[in-house]
C-alpha cells in the first residue's frame, strides 16, 4: 500500500498491512544522548528552535538553570539540571528532555485519529498535524510526557527527530551542535555499540552504576542514554522502568474493540427499542455522549 | 594558549583552576571531554563555584576567591617536599640551577628593596650572580642556598596544608587529593594540562597566579610537551589577535613595547630592549629584536623612515605612563579626557564600579561608539528607570554612534586561543548603514589626515606621513592589511651564508621573520605574524586537517604563530640528547643531522644537542625562569588578599593586599570592610550568553532571560531567602536587585576561624537587549587592577546580600 512507499510501518488508528517490497532494507536510526560527555551548554535546545522555528516568549527567572521550565509546544528539547548528592559528593545533573522516539510508541497506540501519529521504517515516530484533533490522548499515552498541545491551533507538538534532516540524509539539528559529542546519531546498532563501549570506560573510573537506558516497556528507544548514574534514572528526569499504561494498552487491544464495536450495536438496539417503544421522540444529546463515553476508557 | 585546542586530548591530567570552559569556551572544551573519552584523562576542578565543568569532572575541589596562590604555592611545595618533580628537566630546563644575589630576600610579606611611600620596589638586587663575563652562576647539584631551586624551596616552605586550608577554605583531604593528580604528572612519560581563563587574571595578583602555574609545569617537566603547556583560554573571539597586534596602551605589535620618555633615541631604546644572553651558547632569540622594530617601522612609515632619521623613532608617541582602562577611567572622572571613542567595547557595562564609569563618561565633551549594537555605553545617558537611573537633562556628553558590521559581514581573519590565525569569508553583506571597521578607520584617518595637512597643528608628522598604500584609500582592505603584517622584502636580501644567493627578493612577501632586516630593506607590520601570507598566498586560508601524527598538530590546518609552530618550546620534549621524552608523542626530535618533527621545531634547527643550547630560546637564560624579576610583586609568587577582603589579617604575613598594585588616591575609600559587606563575591559568565552581545538576540534570551546572583543555602537561610526571592547586592560602590538562586554549587567555606559564604554573580544583564532589563552587574566591582597589567579585580570583592 501507499504507506509503504512512504517509509510508513505504524499510523494511528489505522491497520497497516506489509505490501510487497523487495527493497526492504533500512537501518533503523537512534541518538545517543550520553550524560557523562554533556555540559549543559543547551546548544542543542537552541539549534531545536532555530531549526524548527521555534520561539517561545523571552521568560522571567525561575529560580533554575532550566529555561523554559517545561517542554512546549515552542520548546521541543529542555536542558534541565538537578543538584543532587552521590555517595556524599556534590552532583549536578543535566538533562536533555525530549521526544525518545519509541519502537512501541504509547502516543501512536492512544491516538484516535488516523495519521496523527506515524512510525517510519527508520524508527522516527512522528506528528503528522494536519491529521491532529487535538484529542491530548497521545498525552495520556505517554511515558514521558513529552507531547505539547498548542492554545492557537489546537494540535499536538514535539521532537521530529528532525525527520525533515535526517530524510536526506542529514543528522538531526541538535547533533549538528553538540560541541562535546554527548549527542550522537547513526544507526540503531551503531550507537548501541558506541554506549557500550562508553559504560567501560565509566566503569573503570568508579561509576560502577552507570548504565543504559533503553527502557523494554515501551520497546526500546530510538533516542537512549547513557547514564552515570543509571541506579538514578528518576533524578535525571527519566521514569524508572516506563511502559505503555493498561489503559492505553486495553484501549488498543482486540477487547476494546470488541466492546466499542458491542457499545456503539448496543446504543444501536436501545434507539431502535427507545423508537419502538416511545416514538420518534428527541433523543437526548446525553444519551449520545454517554454511549460514547462508556466505550472510552 | 603555550599548545593548542586540540592538544589538550593529548593530557593524562587536566586541571581547570581559574576558569570553566565547559561553561565559557564549550567548543574547545571538547578536546578536555576527548581526552577523558579516548586517554583516560582525569579531570581536576578546583572552583569557588560547582560549575559546569564540575559537573563533568573527575574530581572537584571549592576555594575562596581570590586565594589560588596560597592554594598553588601549596602545589609547589608539596612537589618539592614529595619529591615529585621532573629532575632531568627541572635540572637542564629551568633556571634552578642559576645563583641570584645573596643581598636579595624576602621578610614577612614583602622581597627586597619596597618603598611603601611610593607603593614601589626596587628591583636591582632581585638579580643573579654574574661573572666576569656577565653570565649568571650556576650550581649544577642545586646544593647552593642561594640558587633559584633553594630559594623556591625556602619561599614555599610555608605553604603548608594547614595554611593552604587555614586561608582558602579548600578542605586539606581535597586539596591534598588534587595535590596526587598534580603530582601524577611528575613522570616523564605523563602530562597535565593546565586551562585557566580570567579566574586567575582578573585579580590584583592575577599575573602571580599564572607565574604559579608556570612554575607547576616547569618543575613537572610539562611544558613544551603535547598534552601540557599553560593555557589562557581567551575570553572573546579575536582577543588573542588584539593583544598580538598591540591594542594594549603600552604595545606595539609583536609584543615589541611603545617608548617612554627615558628613550629619546632608537640606540638607547634598542638597546634596553634587545636582551644580551645570561648563559654562554644560548640562542637569545630576542636579539633580534631591532629587526622586528625597524621592520615595523617601515611597515608603518615606508620611505620616510629612513636610517638617517632613526627609521622615524620620534614620530612614536613616548607613553608617559600605562592608559589601561582603570587609568582611562580614572582620567575621564577627573575631567581630563574630552573624547572617547570605544570601537567593539562597552565600558559601562564591562568596567569596573559602573558610578565612576558613569561620572567619567558625563565629564566628556564627546563619545563616539562603533558596534554593530546598540550598548548601555551609547546609552549611559538615558534613563532606564532603577537599572541607569540618570536625568539626561543633566548631561552634555554628545554621543556619536557608527554602526559597524558583524564578523560574520567582512573578511580578515580571527587568531584563537591556540594562536591560530583562521581566515574567514564574508557571510552576508552588514545591513542599513553599517560599515566595516576597516572602513570606519579609514575614513576617519583621511579626514584627520586632511585636518592636519590643512591647519598644521603641534606635530602632524605621525599622522602625514603614515604609509597608506591601499587600493581604495578610505576603505583597506583585509587582505591588503593582512599582507602587510606578513611583511615585504624593499630590497633584495641577500643570503650571507650563499654568496649570489638572495633569502628573498624585492617586492617578494617574506617567507617568515627569520628573514627580517633591521637596515630597513624589509617592512613587516607583525613580526609574529610573519609567515601567515607568503609568496605562496594566504596561509590563514588553509583548510586541510590531515593530522599525521595522530597528535593534532594539523600543520595544514590555518596557520599558527610562530612559524606555523603549534606547541611552544617544543624543543624541551626531548631529553638532552634529543631523544622525545614520550615516545608515543613525538613532537621533535635530532635526526643527527638537524631538528625535525611532526610540529615546526622551536630551536635552531641546526643546533646539536652535544653544543648545549636550551630549549626556552625566548629568554636570555636559555632555560625557563623560576624566578622572575620582571614581575612588579616580586621574583616569586606570593599570596596577598583581595583588596576587599574579609580577613583582617593576611595568615601569610604582614602585608596584607599587594604591595606594588596601584590604587588612585580617591579609591582607597571605595573598598568595603567586612564588617559591612560580610560575604566573598565573584563575577562570570554563563554558557547562555556572550558578555553583553547575546542579549541582544531572541534565543539567548530565551534560555537564560533574567539577571540572578547564585546564594549558598547557609547564606540564604541567615537572611531568610528563599530561592526565587528579591534580593539586593551591595558593596561599597552600589547596589543591585536581582533574583536569587539558592544552591547546593556555591560553597560555605571555613576561612581562618571564620565561616565565608561566596556569592556568585553572573554579569550578562543591563538595559539594552531582549532580556529582562537588569542591574549591570559591574556596579558592585571594586576599582582596582591586576600589580603587573591592571586587569580589573572583578572576581574577589565583598558584598552583603538582603531580601528585597
Known sequence: MALETQDIRARSATTVESAPNARSFRPEVAKLIDLSRCIGCKACQAACMEWNDLREEVGTFQGTYTNPLNLSDQSWTVMKFNETEVDGSLAWFIFKDGCLHCADPGCLKACPAPGAVVRYANGIVDFQQDNCIGCGYCITGCPFDIPRIRKEDGRVYKCTLCSDRVSVGLEPACIKSCPTQALTFGSQDEMKELAAHRLVDLRERGLSKAAIYDPPGVGGTHVFFVLPHGDRSETYGLPRDPSVGPVVTFWRSGVARALGVAAMFGVLVAGVLHYMRYGPLEVPDEADGKSGKEAQP | ?804
Not at chain 2, 552634555?396 to 560574520?408: G, H, I, N, Y
Not at chain 2, 588553509?542 to 590546518?557: C, E, K, M, N, Y
Not at chain 2, 568595603?672 to 565573584?682: I, N
Not at chain 2, 536587585?737 to 553572573?762: C, F, H, N, Q
Open chain 2, 1 to 804: 594558549m603555550t599548545n593548542s585546542w586540540v592538544d589538550i586530548k593529548n593530557a593524562d591530567v587536566i586541571l581547570v583552576m581559574g576558569g570553566n570552559p565547559a561553561e565559557a569556551h564549550p567548543c574547545g572544551f571538547k578536546w578536555a571531554i576527548e581526552a577523558k573519552v579516548k586517554n583516560k584523562a582525569k579531570l581536576i576542578v578546583v572552583d569557588p563555584r560547582f560549575t559546569r565543568t564540575a559537573a563533568v569532572a573527575d574530581f572537584y575541589a571549592p576555594i575562596r576567591p581570590g586565594t589560588d596562590i596560597a592554594f598553588l604555592g601549596g602545589v609547589i611545595k608539596y612537589l618539592l617536599e614529595n619529591d615529585k618533580i621532573q629532575h632531568d628537566y627541572v635540572r637542564n630546563y629551568t633556571s634552578a640551577s642559576l645563583l641570584v644575589r645573596e643581598d636579595t630576600g624576602f621578610d614577612d610579606g614583602l622581597f627586597t628593596g619596597y618603598d611603601g611611600e611610593k607603593r614601589k620596589y626596587d628591583k636591582s638586587t632581585w638579580t643573579y650572580q654574574l661573572d666576569k663575563d656577565g653570565f649568571a652562576k650556576v650550581d649544577p647539584t642545586l646544593q647552593d642556598p642561594n640558587c633559584v631551586f633553594q630559594r623556591l624551596k625556602k619561599h614555599f616552605s610555608r605553604y603548608t596544608p594547614e595554611m593552604v586550608e587555614r586561608t582558602t577554605g579548600t578542605p586539606r583531604d581535597k586539596f591534598l587529593k588534587v595535590c596526587e593528580a598534580i603530582a601524577s604528572t611528575s613522570s616523564p612519560d605523563r602530562t597535565m594540562t593546565s586551562l585557566y581563563a580570567l579566574g586567575w587574571t582578573q585579580h590584583s595578583v592575577g599575573s602571580q597566579n599564572i607565574r604559579c602555574i608556570a612554575i607547576i609545569q616547569l618543575l613537572l617537566g610539562n611544558m613544551g610537551m603535547a598534552g601540557g603547556g599553560v593555557n589562557a583560554l581567551r575570553g572573546h573571539s579575536n582577543i588573542q589577535g588584539l593583544t598580538d597586534l598591540g591594542l594594549l596602551s603600552h604595545l606595539l605589535p609583536g609584543y615589541l613595547t611603545l617608548p617612554t620618555d627615558a628613550d629619546p633615541d632608537l640606540q638607547t631604546y634598542l638597546d634596553k630592549r634587545t636582551p644580551k644572553a645570561l648563559r654562554p651558547g644560548q640562542f637569545n632569540y630576542l636579539s633580534n629584536y631591532p629587526k622586528f622594530f625597524v621592520s615595523l617601522m617601515k611597515a608603518w612609515y615606508g620611505a620616510a623612515a629612513t636610517k638617517e632619521n632613526d627609521f622615524g623613532y620620534d614620530l612614536l608617541p613616548k607613553i608617559d605612563g600605562g592608559y589601561d582602562v582603570l587609568r582611562v577611567m580614572e582620567l575621564l572622572a577627573q575631567g581630563k579626557v574630552n573624547g572617547y571613542v570605544c570601537q567593539g567595547f562597552n565600558p559601562l557595562s564591562s568596567f569596573p564600579d559602573k558610578a565612576k564609569v558613569t561620572a567619567g563618561l558625563r565629564k566628556l565633551k564627546f563619545l563616539v561608539t562603533i558596534d554593530p549594537l546598540a550598548t548601555e555605553t551609547a546609552e549611559f545617558w538615558q534613563n532606564h528607570g532603577e537599572f541607569n537611573d540618570v536625568d539626561p537633562s543633566q548631561i552634555q556628553t554628545e554621543v556619536f554612534r557608527l554602526p559597524s558590521s558583524c564578523f560574520a559581514e567582512e573578511d580578515g581573519s580571527l587568531v584563537s586561543s591556540a594562536r591560530w590565525l583562521q581566515w574567514h569569508w564574508k557571510g552576508a553583506e552588514p545591513p542599513a548603514e553599517a560599515k566595516g571597521d576597516l572602513e570606519i578607520v579609514g575614513e576617519l584617518f583621511l579626514a584627520l589626515k586632511k585636518l592636519y595637512a590643512k591647519d598644521g597643528g603641534v606635530f602632524p608628522d605621525p599622522i602625514l606621513k603614515l604609509t597608506w598604500p591601499y587600493r581604495i584609500a578610505k576603505s583597506p582592505a583585509a587582505d591588503e592589511v593582512a599582507r602587510e603584517f606578513n611583511g615585504q622584502a624593499l630590497a633584495d636580501v641577500p643570503d650571507p651564508k650563499n654568496q649570489g644567493a638572495f633569502l628573498v627578493r624585492q617586492g617578494e612577501q617574506v617567507p617568515g621573520f627569520a628573514v627580517l632586516q633591521a637596515d630597513g630593506s624589509t617592512a613587516c607590520g607583525c613580526w609574529i605574524f610573519s609567515g601567515s601570507w607568503t609568496q605562496a598566498g594566504n596561509q590563514m586560508a588553509r583548510r586541510d586537517a590531515a593530522d599525521p601524527s595522530g597528535l593534532g598538530v594539523t600543520p595544514g590546518w590555518a596557520w599558527s604563530w610562530p612559524a606555523n609552530r603549534r606547541i611552544l618550546y617544543n624543543r624541551a620534549s626531548c631529553n638532552a640528547d634529543g631523544v622525545p621524552y614520550i615516545p608515543t608523542r613525538k613532537l621533535v626530535w635530532w635526526n643527527g643531522t638537524k631538528w625535525v618533527g611532526n610540529d615546526v621545531p622551536d630551536f635552531k634547527a641546526d643546533s646539536p644537542p652535544a653544543d648545549g643550547m636550551n630549549p626556552f630560546i625566548m629568554t636570555n637564560e636559555g632555560v625557563a625562569r623560576l624566578w622572575a624579576p620582571a614581575m612588579t610583586d616580586g621574583p616569586f609568587p606570593e599570596h596577598y588578599e583581595p583588596f576587599d577582603t574579609p580577613l583582617a589579617k593576611n595568615p601569610f604575613g604582614k602585608v596584607l593586599n599587594s604591595p606594588g598594585a596601584r590604587v588612585f588616591p580617591d579609591d582607597w575609600k571605595a573598598f568595603g570592610k567586612p564588617e559591612e559587606f560580610p560575604f566573598v563575591a565573584t563575577t562570570y559568565r554563563l554558557t547562555e550568553h556572550f558578555h553583553f552581545w547575546t542579549k541582544n538576540a531572541r534565543i539567548p534570551a530565551i534560555l537564560q532571560p533574567e539577571a540572578f546572583v547564585e546564594l549558598p543555602e547557609g547564606l540564604a537561610k541567615k537572611r531568610g531567602i528563599r530561592n526565587n526571592d528579591w534580593v539586593v547586592v551591595k558593596s561599597k560602590r552600589g547596589q543591585v536587585r536581582l533574583k536569587a538562586l539558592v544552591t547546593k554549587r556555591m560553597p560555605t567555606l571555613a576561612v581562618d576561624g571564620k565561616e565565608i559564604e561566596v556569592v556568585g554573580l553572573p554579569i550578562h544583564w543591563g538595559f539594552v537587549g531582549q532580556t529582562r532589563k537588569g542591574y549591570i552587574t559591574n556596579t558592585l566591582t571594586p576599582p582596582v587592577g591586576d600589580a603587573d597589567i591592571q586587569t580589573p579585580e572583578y572576581k574577589a570583592f565583598l558584598v552583603n546580600v538582603e531580601k528585597a
